[in-house]
């Protein structure tokens, strides 16, 4: 583990699904990258499921929602994913 | 004495993650009513599949590549018109209720809310048809 994915590892607030999010920000190839956004929104989802019922989780559904948000873009810009939102 | 036999619902997933649609094949197939008739990875695809598959019901992903699912929704109503869709997606919000709607979709379940909303939406969904489908005088008693 380098330095930086040492200082990244704690910087992680949401275990369940932020290293999986980060992964797909940080990858640059093209090929590798759809798989890296599936694998985020799986994580995603598997952990709003286990969120369900939790009044604790506010701040953490906030965090789900904005990277909802990021990943939607990454599906339009940057694997060409139609808008649904015209 | 003889078993009545009901006939199962067929249920086409639809989504771009084949680890979500993964997921929603267990929940459905935990389920005694229903069978996974078959699964689309885009709205196109799910298009060209329903035609064969002629399912009970659709349960649609928003954003995937190709076709988007309010795209997809139009095109699937006009194929399979007794076919009831629910979009699945971790949208949320009026716009995208209205949306659907204006798609024909018949209903929209967050994608964080409790998976076993998906299965009482199906449910509350396909006994819509059945009613629809019985005839006028037993609806008007009922």
Known sequence: MTDQDASRSQNIKYPHWQREFEAALLEGDPQTLRQRVDAAETAIFLRSQALVGNAQGHAERQAISDAIGTLRAIQKEKLGYPDWNK | ?142
Do not use: W
């Not at chain 2, 005694?32 to 399912?55: F, H, M, R, S, T």
């Not at chain 2, 949208?91 to 929209?108: C, F, K, N, P, T």
């Open chain 2, 1 to 142: 004495m003889a078993k009545k036999c009901v006939a199962k619902k067929r249920v086409l997933l639809v989504d771009d993650n084949s680890a979500v649609r993964s997921l929603v094949r267990q929940l459905f197939e935990l389920e005694p009513d229903y069978e996974i008739a078959g699964e689309a990875e885009n709205g196109q695809d799910a298009v060209e599949k329903a035609e064969n598959l002629k399912p009970d019901l659709i349960i649609l992903d928003l954003s995937m590549p190709v076709m988007t699912g309010l795209d997809a929704a139009p095109l699937l109503r006009k194929l399979l018109p007794d076919t009831r869709i629910i979009l699945f997606t971790v949208q949320q919000g009026s716009e995208i209720e209205r949306l659907a709607r204006a798609a024909g979709i018949h209903a929209v379940v967050p994608k964080d809310q409790a998976a076993s909303n998906l299965i009482l939406q199906a449910q509350v969904l396909l006994a819509s048809v059945k009613q629809e489908h019985r005839p006028a005088k037993l609806r008007n008693a009922s």
